[in-house]
């Protein structure tokens, strides 16, 4: 009964995870709809959309250094925030191919191909669609063992929309250091665990 | 601002001005700090007047003169220009200002000058993105032109935009536009101007020699590392739906006038 209960809290705080995920790409969409994102609006969307891929693929990384450095888990989360990664930076992908190039592909393809910019972003976003397209139970089981070696993209993915994200501008601003300083501190945990003394799980 | 008495001159585009509310409210000065709003936010404090300019360097008579002194001496035009930045955008800006030649031809350069070396001012206490620990670059920003870059005519020292004295974002009392180049080499709130025999050093090829030439013209078949040049966003163009991206034209559409100064150049090389 208890066991029930927890199950339904969880699944209804999992779709919650979703609604609020959303709501800073509706609430930038409305906004650059309405003339509320200054002067360069399709800009502002693109760069809200690639900072909360960002900022989703940083929640996913911290789950496990929460759990096992402070004991709180909230593993049953990490599904949710994930996804919304994944489907944050096929949202940044397709306003640049969109709002931003026009889809001009004689412009978008070499630059895709050339840009060590674009290239990473690109790449990254490429990493994370067999872990979108895996996240579910019926995968986990069917892949076994290979499913968590699969998943290890994940710090590919992220390392590579971190140095993407330090060549989006002219100079590294306040703001970028933070996030990329968390991705370094989340990453540098998983090379220094082996390291560490072991905990017992749980 | 203040109103300012202008005469129309012959150069102006004739395409749709990008809004004042834009011009003033999107721009790059990171004396003021790095995001785009924050010109307009963060320079309440500073005092564009009074204000002098130091003219000196390889030139008969150097002279210190007083901004509003030159804008009552010398007919202050209008000049409807292109403005294209680096990071490929663009706008349509309605400048008031005057030929940069006007103010060359007081101080009489000598024969030994080849190049115009540019300084903005430095005021930590009325520019917070000069204090503090975050500083994205080295102060005095810095830039320069060859000397025929600087005597050409449709380069002008601006003291205002829309009729009125220029706001303190689009770096009062007084600027450099080149529209044939990249926005950077537009340096701001000028103090000093000098004269010399040798190219002088510009803040963003200091910074990332190999992204930011010293010539930094339009050019849409030479891209930044990072981007490609050959399209750009016109600002408040389409609005959010509909790009508004258009094809860039090479020297930003002045080719006509400007592409001797380069003749036998690689601008390949001469970035």
Known sequence: MAAARSALVDGLTGWGIYVVGFVPAVASFWLGATGGLGADPVRAFEQTLGLWALRFLILTLAITPLRQLAGINLLRFRRALGLLAFWYAAMHFTVYLTLDRGLLWDTILPDIARRPFITLGFSAFVLLIPLAVTSNRLSIRRLGKNWRRLHWLIYVAVALAAVHYLLATKVVDPGQAAHVGLIVLLLGYRLMRPLLPRRRPA | ?271
């Open chain 2, 1 to 271: 601002t203040m109103p300012l008495k202008t005469v129309p001159s012959r150069y102006k585009v004739d395409e749709p001005l990008t809004s004042r509310e834009d011009v003033t409210t999107y721009n790059n000065f990171y004396e003021f700090g790095a995001d785009k709003a924050d010109p307009s936010q963060n320079s309440g404090k500073f005092k564009p007047r009074p204000w002098t300019i130091t003219v000196d360097g390889l030139v008969g008579k150097p002279q210190t003169f007083d901004v509003d002194k030159l804008i009552a001496d010398i007919p202050i035009e209008e000049r409807i220009y292109r403005m294209r930045c680096v990071e490929a955008w663009s706008m349509v800006i309605p400048w008031n200002g005057f030929p940069l030649k006007a103010l060359l031809d007081k101080v009489e350069p000598l024969g030994s000058a080849k190049y115009v070396a540019f300084e903005t001012v430095v005021r930590p206490e009325e520019m917070p993105g000069q204090s503090g620990y975050f500083q994205p670059m080295p102060w005095p920003y810095v830039e320069g032109l060859r000397l025929d870059e600087a005597m050409h005519p449709l380069t002008i020292l601006a003291v205002g935009l829309y009729g009125e004295t220029l706001p303190n974002q689009n770096g009062a009392p007084i600027r450099l536009v080149v529209p044939w180049k990249y926005g950077f080499k537009g340096i701001k709130s000028i103090v000093r101007v000098s004269l010399v025999e040798t190219q002088p050093p510009n803040s963003w090829n200091s910074l990332q020699g190999s992204e930011y030439g010293f010539y930094a013209n339009v050019n849409p078949e030479v891209d930044h590392p990072r981007w490609s040049q050959a399209t750009e966003r016109r600002i408040g163009e389409s609005g959010f739906f509909g790009s508004g991206r258009r094809p860039t034209l090479m020297f930003n559409g002045y080719a006509d006038e400007v592409a001797s100064l380069y003749a036998g150049m690689d601008l390949r090389a001469n970035y």
